[in-house]
């Protein structure tokens, strides 16, 4: 396990299993916290000795979003947050789809369902779905065209 990026993805589903069902917890693996007070999981894991992930350089830590939600949320609190997140998704797509919203606002919450797909794919190489100010444009975005479509519904 040379390479940073790879490392965490392996590493994390190791540290899900470990800690079945909810993970390591917060600031423990992938993380911000973890990188400014290095967890011992990296060392314990073995990840230490990669460029990017020891003590001294920290470097690739926070490269990524999903190895910090498998490991600290374990394997069900990945999958509640998966479930809320297509949720919200699906119940925006299914109103577009039935109609009866104005054609801005469909446009807005069409944009506000492309963007969410864009933002959990590039969660796989980013931290793009908990760093500010992207973040908050996500689902700033993903909030209002679900609030139109609750809106539509009253």
């Not at 790879?6 to 390591?24: N, R, S, V």
């Not at 011992?40 to 910090?68: C, N, Q, R, V, W």
Request: glycine share 10%; charged share 15%.
């Amino acid at each position: 396990m040379s390479v940073s990026r790879i490392a965490m993805y392996e590493t994390a589903f190791k540290i899900a299993a470990d800690y079945f069902p909810l993970g390591a917890g917060f600031g423990q693996f992938g993380s911000w916290m973890s990188r400014i007070y290095y967890s011992p999981l990296y060392e314990k894991y073995g990840l230490s000795s990669i460029y990017g992930l020891s003590k001294e350089a920290p470097y690739h830590i926070t490269d990524t979003f999903y190895p910090m939600l498998i490991a600290e949320l374990g394997f069900l609190g990945c999958f509640i947050y998966l479930v809320f997140i297509f949720n919200i998704s699906y119940s925006i797509f299914i109103k577009l789809k039935s109609g009866g919203l104005p054609p801005l606002k469909r446009v807005f919450c069409l944009a506000g369902i492309v963007i969410m797909i864009e933002g959990l794919i590039e969660g796989i190489a980013t931290h793009s779905l908990i760093n500010p100010p992207y973040s908050y444009f996500i689902f700033g975005v993903l909030g209002m065209a679900y609030s139109l479509k609750k809106n539509k519904d009253k």
